[in-house]
């Protein structure tokens, strides 16, 4: 039985559904980063901690990735094979991450949850910084996965299965401990061991999340520590966010959202370390 005596009686009824929405919204214009401030939301917003919050978040990582993995099927740039492969491995460590989130109190879950959620806002920062400037990151270096152009598929060999094994593998287990998708390692893996374009490595990242997300969602429901009365209403904020906008990223996206975003998740992520050391 989850322990939620802590919770506040008085919190409106359709703040889930607010506090989703704006996840979803925020996932519309950045793209799956977005999803990484599920946890913190649902910690400020509904007083849940980070164990609780995390199955919640990865309901809404899996549906909003889930959508974007079918329209990287349509347009054929999902690489099904690297992202089956990542994903099976992510599933096997992600329930060794949910049971260690369960072993753990509360504040060192929200120190390790401030430095991920730091790290991921500081690389997102210096990239938008590059894109909105021009300058061109070098990727002439040797990768294990290399593209076949004549056929849009990857040559796979060991080093290139190992290495996807081992980005899906770590991805699983923080997607089981935080609650997050686990695509601030997936994107980052697959620029640094494949030479996949930037539209198919994004597509591929939400195959994998939608897998490991929707794993660790049943995982955390078979071990009853889903919380479906705040699960529910929150996951349907974030696809009616999502989806309302649709609209409004092709006004806004672009390095200067993407800016705007990284130096709020900063913020967002100085006030989960303060909250961890009080």
């Given at each position: 039985?989850?322990?939620?005596?802590?919770?506040?009686?008085?919190?409106?009824?359709g703040?889930?559904?607010?506090?989703?929405f704006?996840?979803?919204?925020?996932l519309?214009?950045?793209?799956?980063?977005?999803?990484?401030l599920?946890?913190?939301?649902?910690v400020?917003?509904?007083?849940?901690?980070?164990?609780?919050?995390?199955?919640?978040?990865?309901?809404?990582?899996s549906?909003?990735?889930?959508?974007?993995?079918?329209?990287?099927?349509k347009?054929?740039?999902?690489?099904y094979k690297?992202?089956?492969?990542?994903?099976?491995?992510?599933?096997?460590?992600?329930?060794?991450?949910?049971?260690?989130?369960?072993?753990?109190?509360?504040?060192?879950?929200?120190?390790?949850?401030?430095?991920?959620?730091?790290?991921?806002?500081s690389r997102?920062?210096y990239q938008s910084?590059?894109?909105?400037?021009?300058?061109v990151?070098?990727?002439?270096?040797?990768?294990?996965?290399?593209?076949?152009?004549?056929i849009g598929?990857?040559i796979?060999?060991?080093?290139c299965a190992?290495?996807?094994?081992?980005?899906?593998?770590?991805?699983?287990f923080?997607?089981?401990?935080?609650?997050?998708?686990?695509?601030?390692?997936?994107?980052?893996?697959?620029?640094k061991?494949?030479?996949?374009?930037?539209?198919?490595?994004?597509?591929?990242?939400?195959?994998?999340l939608?897998?490991?997300s929707?794993?660790?969602v049943?995982?955390?429901?078979?071990?009853?520590?889903?919380?479906?009365?705040?699960a529910?209403p929150?996951?349907?904020?974030s696809?009616?966010?999502?989806?309302?906008?649709?609209?409004?990223?092709?006004k806004?996206?672009?390095?200067?959202?993407?800016?705007?975003?990284?130096v709020f998740s900063?913020?967002?992520?100085?006030?989960?370390?303060?909250?961890?050391?009080?």
């Amino acid at each position: 039985m989850i322990d939620l005596s802590h919770l506040n009686q008085f919190t409106p009824q359709g703040l889930p559904v607010a506090l989703g929405f704006v996840v979803g919204f925020i996932l519309s214009l950045t793209g799956a980063g977005g999803a990484i401030l599920s946890v913190p939301l649902l910690v400020f917003g509904m007083g849940l901690t980070v164990n609780q919050a995390g199955p919640i978040g990865l309901l809404a990582v899996s549906i909003s990735a889930g959508i974007g993995s079918i329209l990287g099927l349509k347009e054929k740039i999902l690489r099904y094979k690297a992202a089956g492969l990542m994903a099976s491995f992510g599933l096997i460590l992600s329930p060794i991450g949910l049971w260690l989130a369960h072993q753990l109190p509360n504040q060192p879950l929200l120190t390790i949850f401030s430095i991920v959620l730091f790290y991921t806002s500081s690389r997102m920062m210096y990239q938008s910084y590059c894109e909105a400037k021009g300058i061109v990151q070098s990727h002439s270096k040797v990768v294990p996965c290399h593209l076949n152009k004549s056929i849009g598929k990857l040559i796979w060999t060991v080093p290139c299965a190992r290495s996807l094994a081992l980005a899906g593998s770590m991805a699983g287990f923080f997607s089981g401990l935080l609650g997050v998708g686990g695509g601030f390692i997936i994107v980052p893996s697959l620029k640094k061991v494949t030479d996949l374009p930037a539209l198919s490595i994004v597509a591929t990242s939400l195959g994998v999340l939608t897998i490991v997300s929707f794993g660790g969602v049943i995982n955390a429901t078979v071990a009853g520590l889903m919380i479906w009365t705040i699960a529910i209403p929150f996951a349907t904020g974030s696809l009616l966010g999502l989806m309302l906008g649709r609209a409004t990223a092709k006004k806004l996206s672009g390095p200067t959202i993407q800016i705007i975003f990284a130096v709020f998740s900063f913020g967002v992520a100085i006030m989960m370390g303060f909250k961890a050391i009080l």
